[in-house]
């Protein structure tokens, strides 16, 4: 049974960090694609980070880029996302995502789910 399971999340004030961490199980981690995901109240999902298997990485909002860093540790099963400056506007459930490709996540359909963590941002 595969398993993406997040950590990190909580309450924070604005400028503050957080390192959030997706551990998975039950799959070859090391050949998937990882990215992660937020969605804030009422908004569509929105893709953040990837980072293929060959430790590509790409962001995709301008508003998180010099801000959030993706990792990777094959060796752990893990993807972290580390956040630093946060602001109100970041305040989202964050999922992290596996994909056997990075097409699979870019198009919103990876191939499973982490339940997701709760990032709020206090002004």
């Known amino acids: 049974q595969v398993q993406l399971v997040e950590s990190g999340g909580g309450l924070v004030q604005a400028g503050g960090s957080l390192r959030l961490s997706c551990a998975a199980s039950g799959l070859p981690f090391s050949i998937y694609a990882m990215g992660w995901f937020r969605q804030a109240a009422g908004k569509e999902r929105e893709l953040i980070a990837t980072i293929t298997r060959s430790y590509v990485i790409t962001y995709y909002p301008d508003s998180v880029k010099g801000r959030f860093f993706i990792s990777r540790d094959n060796a752990k099963n893990t993807v972290t996302l580390q956040m630093s400056s946060l602001k109100p506007e970041d305040t989202a459930v964050y999922y992290c995502?596996?994909?056997?490709?990075?097409?699979?996540?870019?198009?919103?359909?990876?191939?499973?789910w982490g339940q997701g963590t709760q990032v709020t941002v206090s002004s």
């Open positions: 995502a596996a994909g056997v490709t990075i097409v699979d996540i870019t198009t919103r359909r990876p191939n499973y």
